[in-house]
Each structure stands twice: as structure tokens, then as C-alpha cells.
């Protein structure tokens, strides 16, 4: 079956620096997509990641590995408005379809 | 450039009813792909249409089904409804079908609950 693993919770302090893990194992694999979700509204896409590396926007920056089934998304200079839920999405290869997981719900304390 | 636009935004429909939702994707998008999303079971694949064509399906039963229009716009109904199906319903669109890698823009949702 599809596995998409990332923590439920996290807190952080705002100005600090945050790391959010995901685990994946999946039939076939063709990228990795983070979405920032606030509550009540949609998910926005934040990155696409399709080979290994850490790409760069900004303030935020997501990593990959794919032969570790790993993926994290690195948020620096925590601000308030970051508290929102984090979700990491994997497109499959098999069968195109993209599986999310339950999503990371993050926390910033003042 | 309009998002993704879905209606109705919020609903209340009572055990054994149908209800329709419907999804307009952005410009020029032709893929529209539909998502359930609940607390316990976070986003869950329910069918996406290319080009008029139902190219996937999720892990859902008959009584969740779609279509898309010539225009792109897209419409899913869920016939008999249970109480289980209360959840945020959320429309995402992208230019080309989703195996090909396109990100995939989400529309605000439409929240079904069913009493």
C-alpha cells in the first residue's frame, strides 16, 4: 500500500527555523509536492521536488531523497502567519495519481 | 487570472439526499481533479478528468462520481448520502493531466455536511 508519513504537530518560535520530515513508500515514484494549508482555506503549493537536492524559495526550502524516501521542508525566520498545515503530496509513477498525507500542523508562539 | 472557483462554498443536506458540487478550473487548465478532506483521513483522491475523460479514480464507492464539460468546468455528485461523507470537497485544476508533473492550484472547497 501508499505510506506517507509526516508528524501531526509541531511548534516553533517565531524568527527561529523549522524542520518538517516526510517519509514516503509508494508504488512508483515521480516527484514530491509540499502545499501550506491555513485553516479554513485552500492548500497552496509551495515546491515540486523531482531529484535529490535541496531547492530554495526564499524563506523556505524543501530537500529530497529519493532513495531514502525522505523529504523535509525547511522554513526559516518563522512568522506568525506560518502557522498552517504543511502537507507533503506524492505523484506516483504507476498510476498518476498524487497521495497526500495528513499533514503537519504547525505552531508559532510569539 | 481567476483561481480555481468552487460552488456552493457551504451546504447542509440530510442522510439519502444527492448532492452536486461544482468546479471551475483556471483558464486554460484542462485537468480537474477532486480531493476529500476530513480530519481524520486528510486528503483523499476521489477522480480526475482530462479533456472530458475520467483519467483516474481513487478508493471511493460508485455513489461518487463526475464529469467534466467541453469547457473544462467539472461536476461531481454523491448520490445516497451518509453521514460519513461530511468533509470539505476541494477542486484542484492544472494545465495537463497530473502524471505529467504540472502543479496541481486548489480551490477554496465546498463544505458538505450531512445531518
Known amino acids: 500500500g501508499q505510506n506517507i508519513d509526516q508528524p501531526t504537530e509541531m511548534t516553533a518560535t517565531e524568527g527561529a527555523i523549522v524542520q518538517i520530515n516526510c517519509t514516503y513508500q509508494?508504488?512508483?515514484?515521480?516527484?514530491l509536492f509540499w502545499y501550506q494549508q491555513h485553516a479554513g482555506e485552500a492548500p497552496t503549493f509551495l515546491s515540486y521536488?523531482?531529484?535529490?537536492g535541496l531547492e530554495e524559495k526564499g524563506r523556505f526550502s524543501s530537500f529530497l531523497s529519493r532513495s531514502k524516501g525522505y523529504s523535509y521542508l525547511l522554513l526559516k525566520e518563522l512568522q506568525m502567519k506560518d502557522s498552517a498545515s504543511y502537507l507533503c503530496?506524492?505523484?506516483?509513477?504507476?498510476?498518476?495519481?498524487?497521495?497526500f498525507g495528513k499533514g503537519t500542523r504547525l505552531h508559532i508562539l510569539p | 487570472k481567476a483561481g480555481v472557483t468552487q460552488t456552493p462554498r457551504y451546504l447542509i443536506k440530510t442522510r439519502g439526499q444527492q448532492v452536486t458540487l461544482s468546479c471551475s478550473p483556471i483558464?486554460?487548465?484542462?485537468?480537474v481533479s477532486w480531493y476529500q478532506q476530513t480530519p481524520g483521513q486528510g486528503l483523499q483522491f476521489l477522480f480526475e478528468y482530462f479533456s472530458e475523460t475520467q483519467r483516474n479514480k481513487g478508493n471511493f464507492p460508485g455513489r461518487f462520481s463526475g464529469r467534466q464539460f467541453s469547457n473544462s468546468r467539472s461536476e461531481m455528485n454523491v448520490s445516497t448520502l451518509e453521514l460519513g461523507d461530511s468533509a470539505l470537497y476541494l477542486c484542484a485544476s492544472s494545465l495537463d493531466w497530473t502524471g505529467a508533473g504540472n502543479t496541481i492550484y486548489f480551490g477554496e472547497g465546498s463544505w458538505l455536511t450531512v445531518v
Open positions: 509508494t508504488s512508483g515514484f515521480n516527484g
Open positions: 503530496a506524492v505523484l506516483m509513477n504507476r498510476d498518476d495519481k498524487i497521495i
Open positions: 483558464s486554460g487548465h484542462r485537468s
Open positions: 521536488n523531482v531529484l535529490d
